[in-house]
């Protein structure tokens, strides 16, 4: 690790009283972003700049080590080289960022026009996005995602079992080969989705760059994400904070094709400005109680 890591980083220099009150998930964030940034931090650099103890240093850094984001060594932590073609399975990813894709759900579903047709892909965001939708009314909603599809046709036995519940969804099930992300791929799956026509799709990605746009470590999946995004009117990318600066194997869109990106509160404010310079519509959610629509954060482009 270089020795002059973290010197003179800008954003986190003198100003450390800016620091003190951060929450947990926002400090992180910071960490995070300065080792993928810098190449490594030191914990004693971290203590001085952030205004904290070294115990709570090492405690964001376990956390972001466990999450596999970041890689300990003597001192200080290193980024995780992580393979582009390494892909997590849905329980997996499930225990990951659980705040920060509740803030995100919550804002996307405001997006989401009753009596409109709306596509899902896989992933555990647009689970999270499922469950806050089951009380849109009208919805018809087209997926790929098994998980996806049962939280609707959960809704529905439940509903069924107490009372009828006028304006429940019609879900449309992809066929295809299931992944490990319990996503369904492959030819059946893309002649289904490249039939059809979609008012808006909400879209979750395993990384997004400037350079790479949105990828995914399963070429297959790629591929039927791309279908997705053909056949919709409005693409709405569904993010968490985490994967900016990720890049999988197989791209499947450039950030012009993007209309809105819903991203959470952890994204660090270097982050957020180069997003939004290659962005039309970036919505940070979970920074207020209640925004009338706007989420504060957000920036069009």
Do not use: C
């Not at 449309?172 to 319990?182: A, K, N």
């Not at 900016?244 to 404010?269: H, I, K, Y």
């Amino acid at each position: 690790m270089p020795g002059d890591v973290f010197d003179d980083v800008e954003g986190v220099g003198p100003a450390v009283s800016d620091h003190q009150n951060l929450l947990a998930e926002q400090r992180r964030a910071l960490i995070l972003d300065e080792v993928r940034r810098r190449g490594g931090v030191r914990v004693n650099e971290l203590t001085r700049k952030l205004n904290v103890s070294d115990m709570t240093v090492r405690r964001d850094l376990d956390a972001l080590a466990r999450q596999g984001v970041i890689e300990k060594v003597h001192g200080g932590a290193v980024p995780v080289a992580e393979a582009t073609a390494h892909e997590p399975g849905f329980e997996a990813k499930s225990t990951l960022e659980l705040s920060a894709k509740q803030d995100i759900a919550r804002e996307a579903a405001r997006m989401a026009v009753p009596g409109s047709a709306i596509a899902l892909a896989g992933g555990t965001t647009a689970y999270a996005l499922a469950q806050q939708l089951v009380d849109v009314p009208d919805l018809t909603v087209v997926t790929n995602s098994v998980q996806v599809a049962d939280v609707f046709h959960a809704a529905q036995r439940a509903s069924a079992a107490s009372s009828p519940r006028p304006g429940a969804a019609t879900v449309v099930l992809t066929g295809g080969v299931r992944t490990l992300s319990d996503t369904l791929v492959g030819p059946v799956a893309d002649a289904a989705i490249g039939s059809l026509h979609f008012d808006v799709l909400f879209i979750g990605v395993h990384g997004i760059s400037v350079e790479a746009g949105l990828s995914t470590p399963n070429l297959a999946e790629a591929e039927t994400n791309r279908r997705f995004v053909q056949s919709a009117r409005r693409v709405v990318v569904i993010a968490d904070h985490t994967k900016w600066g990720t890049v999988g194997l197989s791209s499947f869109a450039s950030l012009d094709q993007v209309d809105s990106l819903v991203t959470d509160a952890g994204l660090s404010p270097g982050s957020r400005e180069e997003m939004s310079e290659h962005l039309r519509d970036l919505v940070v959610a979970g920074e207020g109680a209640d925004n009338g629509g706007d989420s504060s954060g957000a920036a069009d482009i």
